[in-house]
């Protein structure tokens, strides 16, 4: 069994920062790509960042130049540092993370359970 727990959402002022945290614990072997998507009432979720094994990274372009993925392997933990917040930036964010939970093992997707970040006017 595997669980993720994120935790470092709330409200806060448009122009201010947030610093999401993902933790995972239980049966972890390996861990691959690193993800945080987000979605609101009556749209898709969407991918905004991801962050490989080696530590290159990609983003969304609605956040480039705002958000920054970053992770550590030692605490099994995925962040996404958010600065210059907008109203738009208002979600739900989940992190997903590609976990083995043993040797020979393939890895599987494994959600958080979500998290809401509010940004106000």
């Known amino acids: 069994q595997v669980e993720l727990v994120e935790s470092g959402g709330g409200l806060v002022q448009a122009g201010g920062s947030l610093r999401l945290s993902c933790a995972a614990s239980?049966?972890?072997?390996?861990?691959?790509?690193m993800r945080w998507y987000r979605q609101v009432p009556g749209k898709q979720r969407e991918l905004v960042a991801d962050?490989?094994?080696?530590?290159?990274?990609n983003y969304a372009d609605t956040v480039k130049g705002r958000f920054t993925i970053s992770r550590d392997n030692a605490k099994n933990t995925v962040y996404l540092q958010m600065d210059s917040l907008k109203p738009e930036d208002t979600a739900v964010y989940y992190c997903?993370?590609?976990?083995?939970?043993?040797?020979?093992?393939?890895?599987?997707?494994?959600w958080g359970q979500g998290i809401q970040v509010t940004v106000s006017s």
């Open positions: 997903f993370l590609k976990i083995a939970t043993a040797w020979g093992r393939a890895y599987s997707g494994y």
């Open positions: 239980g049966s972890i072997f390996s861990m691959d790509n």
């Open positions: 962050i490989t094994k080696g530590g290159t990274t």
